[in-house]
């Protein structure tokens, strides 16, 4: 089954096409991977996918929800599609616990002792349980992270999407956020994940996708793409990442 289907899309920011006539598809409990240079429409296409940005052409439809860009619709649908971005994910004000609880109380209507029971088990999943009183200040940018995926996993989604999680993290903070990624897809989450991760991206993803320029130029299974990457862009594009 499809969590994620993506027929023909373009999307352009004023004259420029950055995502040309891009197909791809998702199924569930799949891992893929978006590789490619800065500016070759990665968060464009993240985004297109939970509805924050709109397209110009084909169609999208996301964990059942064709999308169409009324405001009910994209409610339904983000309700079923966690994103997680490099920074500014938790709101500063609030402690982790009430973070997390936020969403499915507000959103979801679920009562606030069973939002509190839920947050407590997905800051467990992620290894803070120690942190639900804590303010995000008081937390390292790594656990930071993973408080917010931890805060995405409350809503129960159907899809996972991560943009550049780990790039403003140190390396060991980033080996933790990327073992808490590596379990949920163990655990059978789609996901779509960008990332300059190499390491993650052989070991986890079932597909990778090379992109340049808005267009999608190499797919395949980790182990077919990374050994003979059939492309200059690509071949020289994994030669500047090792
Ligand atoms: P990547 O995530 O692969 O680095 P992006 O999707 O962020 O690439 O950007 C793709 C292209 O679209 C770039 O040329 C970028 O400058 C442009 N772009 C992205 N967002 C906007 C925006 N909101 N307004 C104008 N141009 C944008
Ligand atoms: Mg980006």
Redesign the pocket.
Known sequence: MSVVKVHNIRKS??S?V?LKDISLEVQSGEVLVLL????????????CLNGLETIEAGSIEVAGHPMTYNGESLRALRKDVGIVFQQYNLFPHMTIGQNIMLAPHLVKQVPKAEAEEKARKMLEKVGLLDKFHEYPDRLSGGQQQRAAIARSLAMEPKLMLF??VTSALDPELTEEVLAVMAALAESGMAMVV?THEMGFASKVADRVIF?DD?TIVEEGSPDTIFASPSTPQFRSFLARAN
Not at 36 to 47: F, V
């Open positions: 920011f004023g420029v950055v490619g240079r800065s500016g070759s429409g990665k968060s464009t296409l993240l985004r943009d550049e960008v992109m808005g």
